[in-house]
């Protein structure tokens, strides 16, 4: 995994560098998959004869949702391995989420030797039943068809306050309320998106960018 450091307002060390290689294999235990880890240490100073203040910020990128993590302190060492405790537990709780997922998955189940459904309160109709309905020797009454407008096709809406947050919290929150997709506002851009599910435990990102309204549309 490779790591990039990078100081504002504060020298790097070689034996801060150091310490961040080691820091960084005990990141790569916990995410295997991640290819490349981004640390960031920022000095603020202050006027008024405070001490001034380490920021260490970290990036894991690869294959698979980034996760950040921060931390600030009197000490730039000291930051740093809160900020690696905070990140390493983002880590664990995810690969936890993952392994829970595995033994544990949402929704149906279909068993084919007995063709049940299980985790569902559904039982399948019969072979006979479905060739009935299908050549109409047993007709589908809703007792909606006299209604004006009445259609077969049902569209379901919510609506929801708008939430400002960073893509991982996003992840986060869609996890915790166990949908495969979560709406937000990012807070980076103001862009309304949306975080769903890939294959396997891969995440992804949908933005809208556009401004205003297309000519043709407002027209």
């Given at each position: 995994?490779?790591?990039?450091?990078?100081?504002?307002g504060v020298g790097i060390s070689d034996r801060f560098r150091?310490?961040?290689e080691e820091k960084a294999t005990r990141i790569a235990t916990l995410a295997p998959r991640a290819q490349r880890v981004d640390i960031k240490v920022t000095h603020r100073a202050y006027r008024n004869g405070r001490p001034g203040d380490e920021t260490v910020e970290l990036t894991v990128d690869g294959k698979g949702p980034v996760v950040r993590a921060e931390a600030t302190d009197g000490d730039k060492f000291t930051?740093?391995?809160?900020?690696?405790?905070?990140?390493?537990e983002q880590l664990r709780r995810a690969?936890?989420?993952?392994?829970?997922?595995?033994n544990h998955p949402r929704g149906a189940k279909y068993e084919k030797g007995s063709g049940a459904i299980q985790g569902i309160d559904l039982q399948p109709a019969s072979a006979d039943v479905l060739r009935a309905v299908a050549t109409g020797e047993i007709p589908i009454i809703t007792g909606?068809?006299?209604e004006e407008g009445y259609s077969?096709?049902?569209?379901?809406?919510?609506?929801f306050q708008p939430e400002w947050m960073a893509v991982e919290e996003a992840v986060d929150r869609m996890e915790l309320v166990g949908h495969d997709f979560f709406l937000f506002i990012d807070v980076r851009t103001d862009h309304p998106s949306v975080v769903y599910r890939r294959k396997g435990w891969d995440y992804g990102v949908i933005s809208l960018t556009t401004?205003?309204?297309?000519?043709?549309?407002a027209s």
């Open positions: 995994m490779e790591t990039s450091i990078v100081g504002v150091s310490v961040v930051a740093l391995d809160l900020a690696v405790d905070k990140l390493c690969k936890d989420k993952r392994v829970d997922a595995r909606n068809e006299d077969p096709v049902v569209i379901r809406t919510k609506e401004q205003a309204q297309p000519e043709e549309l």
